[in-house]
């Protein structure tokens, strides 16, 4: 099974030994690319340029797991850059043709899983995937601005320059949210302090002393796609 580290924004090396056995650039004309596509009406050739490298590798129904890199904000991630408004649910349902059954999306975009509008759009992208489970971060990420290896964004929290030593930022970080057949199977440590008893999406989570601890799927959960990830 393929891993495929997919960036819209920074530069990312070719590194399989990382654990992501692509890496691969998208809508990489930039500027005048998108200008012109914009002009030709296209709303979303950042996923439509995704799409075709993928089938470039003929990746079709082998992608395990798929990251993709570019910015974000509640509820929304830019895969087409500053000239085009964000990418729909419908639009990503493009993606099920390479990520397989039982495979993880995970945006690593600034902010796009943060907040009711970041649920809302994991939900309904839930629904366009199914059988995928869908994750982005309720926090912001830094990558420096030269090549780094696939996986290299760190946590950066309020969005200022992480010091040495951040943790990187993945799908099992603590600030991230997950969804799975539209409903939220994982809520992000900074957002539960808000929910009551402090769940953390265990239907019967009788409460917790802070808000780094869960209750690990396989206790309460049988799903067999998300027991393998125990959110």
Sequence with gaps: MATVWAYRAGVFSEK????????????????????ELRNLGVR????????????????????????????GEPGAVFMS??????????????????????GMLFFASCDAGAGPQGSEFLIRLSRELPGR??????????????????????????????????PRLT????????????????WPSNERKHLKLMRCANPGCPGHANTTDRCPYERWGSDPVLLRYNP
Excluded at 54 to 59: D, G, I, Q, T
Excluded at 155 to 164: H, I, K, L, V
């Design 16 to 35: 399989p030994e990382t654990g992501w056995s692509h890496s691969i650039p998208f809508s990489a004309l930039r500027s005048a690319r998108d200008m």
């Design 44 to 71: 979303d050739p950042g996923t439509s340029d995704l799409v075709e490298r993928l089938e470039a590798r003929s990746l079709a129904g082998l992608v395990d797991r798929l990251a993709i890199v570019a910015h």
């Design 133 to 166: 489970v869908i994750v982005a971060p309720s926090i912001k990420g830094f990558f420096e601005q030269f090549a780094n290896e696939p996986g290299n964004v760190q946590e950066a929290g309020s969005g200022n320059r992480p010091s040495p030593g951040t």
């Design 81 to 102: 850059g500053k000239y085009f408004p964000e990418a729909t649910a419908g639009s990503l349902r493009r993606l099920s043709k390479y990520l397989r059954r039982g």
């Design 171 to 186: 799908e099992w970080s603590n600030d991230t949210k997950w969804a799975f057949e539209g409903r939220i199977v994982r």
